[in-house]
């Protein structure tokens, strides 16, 4: 697996999304709304470093107890898989518990996406690998 971007939680997604822009990170991709997590979502890459900058857009969405227990601030690392099902197997037979189970991310091009936690590592993301 290879990373593939690191998740920043943030409450007013444009106000971050500026900040991170005077830092010279630049929009790779434009803010999506995701209806089925409730979250917008907004990828930018900064040489070679890429951010998925994520906020809460409904109040029952997946991250919104989140948000309220670790505020603005970065909770994930997502990987990318050739198998997502396989590894996240192997990451569960390590401690791994699933938070998520795969399912089509809009803001992936309906890629699969799955959570997964683990008490000494916290939040991890799998996204399938290919076009």
Not at 69 to 81: R, V
């Amino acid at each position: 697996m290879k990373i593939h971007h690191l998740g920043y939680l943030v409450k007013k997604h444009d106000k971050a999304l500026k900040e991170f822009e005077k830092l010279g990170f630049e929009v790779t991709q434009d803010t999506v709304f995701d209806e089925y997590r409730g979250i917008d979502i907004t990828f930018l890459a900064k040489e070679g470093y890429v951010i998925e900058i994520v906020s809460p857009k409904e109040k029952d969405s997946v991250v919104s107890e989140l948000f309220k227990k670790i505020g603005n601030s970065p909770y994930h690392i997502c990987y990318e898989t050739d198998d997502i099902e396989k590894s996240a197997a192997e990451l569960s037979q390590n401690g791994y518990v699933m938070w998520e189970e795969p399912h089509e991310a809009v803001a992936m091009g309906g890629k699969r996406v799955c959570f997964l936690v683990h008490p000494f590592m916290g939040m991890i993301e799998l996204v399938e690998a290919g076009e």
